[in-house]
């Protein structure tokens, strides 16, 4: 699976949208990328992925870059609640990798009043 | 909907004490189900996973064993627990064929004095 980079942590106001970036300059043509958030002492929830084109559910929206190598999660109205690590993963969807999730060091994100 | 619960929620046992963890799945069937590990400040490990009943594949040689012996329960035991077995445990499951979206559990919090 492609390594990501993502910074270690960053903050954001209530109401305000926070956009996480994820680095994955090595990513190959059938990796998706995939984002899960935990919250303390809770386990890590899925949010989204996608492979090339920008998704959108009611969690979040993630803009992945043309050339695939960095993408964005967006939460469009940040929550006291959306305080939480947040992972992103590079992975192909299916295969014999059989659910092994290489789980980084993430991004702590603080959303503030 | 689906669901997954696992117990029990937090856990204290000795050194060389028996351990049994229980996860069950609602609402799905053949799920791939999974345990994995996260130690104090580290990342997600990936235990034990399992395709079908019976069907265990072990990720890393450790104290621990797996075993799956109906369709949607998923049970981690040991026989004698070490002081390294200390951790928050988490079953999760996905689709047959859509590895890369896990819906985790609550966790069970083991400490091993």
């Known amino acids: 699976d492609a390594k990501t980079t993502q910074p270690p942590s960053m903050d954001c106001a209530e109401g305000r949208a926070a956009n996480l970036p994820c680095n994955h300059s090595t990513i190959s043509g059938n990796e998706y990328v995939y984002w899960y958030r935990q919250i303390h002492s809770q386990g890590p929830q899925y949010i989204i992925h996608g492979l090339k084109n920008n998704e959108t559910n009611e969690m979040a929206s993630l803009i992945i870059t043309e050339d695939r190598k960095s993408s964005t999660l967006i939460l469009p109205h940040a929550t006291l609640r959306d305080t939480a690590v947040y992972y992103c993963?590079?992975?192909?969807?299916?295969?014999?990798?059989?659910?092994?999730?290489?789980f980084g060091q993430g991004t702590i994100l603080t959303v503030h009043p | 909907s689906q669901t997954i619960h696992q117990w029990p929620a937090t856990l204290v046992q000795p050194v060389g004490s028996p351990l049994s963890l229980e996860c069950t799945v609602e609402?799905?069937?053949?799920?791939?189900l999974y345990w994995y590990r996260q130690a104090a400040g580290r990342g997600l490990q990936l235990l034990f996973y399992?395709?079908?009943?019976?069907?265990i594949s072990s990720e890393v040689p450790q104290n621990l064993s797996a075993s799956r012996p109906q369709d949607r329960q998923f049970i981690l035991s040991s026989k004698k627990l070490l002081l390294s077995d200390s951790g928050f445990y988490l079953c999760a499951w996905s689709r047959t064929r859509v590895t890369g979206e896990l819906f985790f559990g609550e966790g069970s919090r083991l400490t091993v004095l």
């Open positions: 993963i590079v992975r192909v969807a299916g295969g014999t990798s059989y659910g092994k999730l290489t």
């Open positions: 609402g799905t069937s053949n799920p791939n």
């Open positions: 399992s395709v079908g009943i019976g069907q």
